[in-house]
Nanobody, 120 residues
Framework: QVQLVESGGGSVQAGGSLRLSCAASRYTTSVYCMNWFRQAPGKEREGVAAIDSDGRTSYADSVKGRFTISKDNAKNTLYLQMNSLKPEDTAMYYC??????????????WGQGTQVTVSS
């Protein structure tokens, strides 16, 4: 199965930026859809962004215009550029892969997460 390792999380002030990375290994050629999810304390896990094998992207309404998902196929790496961060963006962020076409909120394999904390 594909293995996913996130990095790039940290603590920033509101209005700041962070860039998350997800390094993928093993069976990456079979992955059709890559996603970022997040889960804040006391809340359900939610989809943040997705990108398919053709580079088409989708975003949660709450992050549109602020976050950008991208990937570098040669490096087997997924990215999430987060700008204009808000305290409500504070959450554990997870990289996830799916072997079928993108379907919002669905994934097959998950990384262990990287913490993002945004202070006022």
């Amino acid at each position: 199965q594909v293995q996913l390792v996130e990095s790039g999380g940290g603590s920033v002030q509101a209005g700041g930026s962070l860039r998350l990375s997800c390094a993928a290994s093993r069976y990456t050629t079979s992955v059709y859809c890559m996603n970022w999810f997040r889960q804040a304390p006391g809340k359900e896990r939610e989809g943040v962004a997705a990108i398919d094998s053709d580079g088409r992207t989708s975003y949660a309404d709450s992050v549109k215009g602020r976050f950008t998902i991208s990937k570098d196929n040669a490096k087997n790496t997924l990215y999430l550029q987060m700008n204009s961060l808000k305290p409500e963006d504070t959450a554990m962020y997870y990289c996830a892969a799916r072997y079928l076409r993108c379907r919002w909120g669905r994934a097959d394999y998950w990384g262990q997460g990287t913490q993002v904390t945004v202070s006022s």
